[in-house]
């Protein structure tokens, strides 16, 4: 197929109140009126078309196109393509209903159900989310695939948008059931239930990402005339009540705004990033402390991720001091093996992991998604080999493992009660944030394998690929078949000699590591978390051979080293416990809320007895890649597995030893 993708832009290249959480009235009695009375502002804020974007703080690294990035067959293509026929199976128009209603225009079909419209999930407001999403998708999945029909149906969402905006004479764009007058009430500071900025931002996304990654003019303009309504709008809040505001779950708004004024250069909206940035939890952050305790986790990340964003912005370094924080805190303290973190979707203390984490809402998968988009963005300020390794061991284990193999759907909560099983959406009746962020999770595989700067190529993820570096005329081809196997092949395509520091990550899980090219050994590792560098003059058709060392270890739960999981490099092995008691689809559900209560039947999971070490040394492989198996404590055997691997049967990714 034709590639008709023009390059993109280098962005891809104390609020305890979550979505279920009420507002608190913040004053301002004439604001509601005067909200309702805004004028239409102009399709480009004044200034905006003719403004030079500012001067950012330049990244040390810069990410590949994902247009540059084309997958080979692996799991990571076939999650790919599972999403993508996904995609495309949905009804932009069915989405697209309530804002069509909403702009006093007739739908063109029913509502989907679930989260878009159910009455049970009325109070949380999250109607018209999903587009956002299916948006981002769309706009992803064109990026990486460059298969237009991705791009077509990406287009009609803007273009239905643009009508939807031009019918009702304002910038505001939603689809919630009582129309604007909620987002003025929830502004005006009236008590309002749900998230309303929280659904609003994944349209502002799904809108920006349409923007750079399709390059539609149209979806700039119906983003800039989003963005100038927020600004009309919020501007007669005082930053009291704006910060009151934010104590309700409001997405990554900073982020947003941050990103439109480095591509307009408009002030207003460097203002509005900042003013959406909540100094409740940027405070105690910049300062190094740890206040995350009971805090809802991914009403806090998409606010991280805009601190970064807003840095790079602004170069105010207080954001960046809190990002990098944060980071360490959930990454190192704060996650357990899989990568995920948290309890019913909140931040416990440190201390009481061993209450925590045999429930079965465990890991919500969103907040996975976001904590790889800030680890790829600290990545890129400050390229450490701690992120890749974080953000490799998120990948497989909390990611790629979220996928049902067979409809392509995904998991809310990735909990870790023994004997439990992943529970799947529906692809027509759920919807749920976490339905959202899979629409994007497997669409770009591609954007955190290579990473560039002037002088050097980064190999962060062991990923079958080709890499298309147009600037140098070079092409590397990665063929893997990690983590069946601890190794990997780098084949250079060159129009000419090339001098460049290939520099490959050694994983902190691998003991030592080798290089060789050509057949010859010209480096060797014994430093795990970091990266070998082979700085040469490459020549067309250099091979590249990577060895690195894997090993069944035992991690213990911080705080609780009598309970432990059991990885083989970055691969959470899971014991295979079977299907006993579960009845076939009993495990797609529509409403997870009822996590934990579904196929709740007794059952007695085997236990495991001795050191963790001891054990670790006695599971021994099978004659299948990355089959295992291992003794209970009654001398039984369990058949260990990749994390990633498990569906559809009970499974146990931590073990209580006796």
Known sequence: ??????????????????????????????????????????????????????????????????????????????????????????????????????????????????WESEAIWADIHCQGHTLGHLLSGCALMYRSTGDRRFRQRADYIVEQLATCQKKSGTGLLCAFPEGPKIVAAFIAGEKVSGVPWYTLHKLFAGLRDANDLTG????????????????????????????????????????????????????????????????????PLARS??????????????????????????????YRDAAAFFWRTVAHSRSFASGGHGDLEHFFPVADFDKHVFSAKGSETCGQYNMLKLTRMLFLQDPQADYADFYERTLYNGILASQDPDSGMV??????????????????DSFWCCTGTGMENHAKYGDSIYFRDDRSLFVNLFIPSVLSWKDKDATVTQTTAFPEEPTTRLRWKLARPLALALKLRHPKWSRTASVRVNGTIVAQSDRPGSYIEVDRTWQDGDVVDMALTMAVAAVPLPSAPDIVA??????????????????PGADIIVNER??????DTAFVPPRLAGDPETIARQVRPTDKPLSFTIADSEQRPIRLVPYYRIAHERYATYWRIG
């Open 289 to 318: 402390r740890d206040h995350l305790d009971g805090l809802h986790a991914n009403t806090q990340i998409p606010k991280i991720i805009g601190f970064q964003r807003v840095h790079e912005a602004t170069g105010d370094a207080t």
């Open 216 to 283: 539609s003019a149209t979806a700039r303009g119906v983003l800039i005339r989003f963005a100038d309504w927020a600004v009309v709008a919020t501007r007669p809040l005082s930053d009291t009540q704006f910060e009151t505001m934010l104590d309700v779950e409001h997405g990554g708004m900073n982020e947003v705004m941050a990103d439109l004024y480095l591509t307009t250069g408009n002030a207003d909206y460097a203002a509005l990033a900042r003013r959406f940035s909540h100094k409740a939890i940027l405070a």
């Open 566 to 583: 059991f990885t083989y490099g970055p691969v959470v092995l899971a014991g295979a416990l079977g299907k006993e008691g579960l009845a």
């Open 1 to 114: 197929m034709e590639d008709n993708r023009a390059p993109c832009c280098a962005r891809h290249a104390l609020g305890r109140p979550s979505r279920r959480a009420f507002m608190a009235p913040i004053g301002g009695a004439g604001l509601m009126s005067a909200w309702m009375a805004l004028t239409p502002v102009p399709l480009f804020a004044a200034g905006v078309e003719d403004a030079v974007a500012p001067a950012a703080r330049p990244p040390s690294l810069a990410p590949f196109d994902l247009a540059d990035v084309t997958l080979l067959d692996s799991p990571f293509l076939v999650a790919q393509q599972r999403t993508g026929a996904y995609l495309l199976s949905l009804d932009p128009d069915r989405l697209l209903h309530g804002y069509l209603v909403n702009a006093g225009l007739q739908p063109k079909a029913p509502v989907y159900g679930g």
């Open 411 to 428: 998991t809310y909560f990735q909990g870790a009660r023994p004997g439990y099983m992943k529970l799947y959406s529906t692809p027509i």
């Open 594 to 599: 009822k996590y934990g209560a579904y196929n």
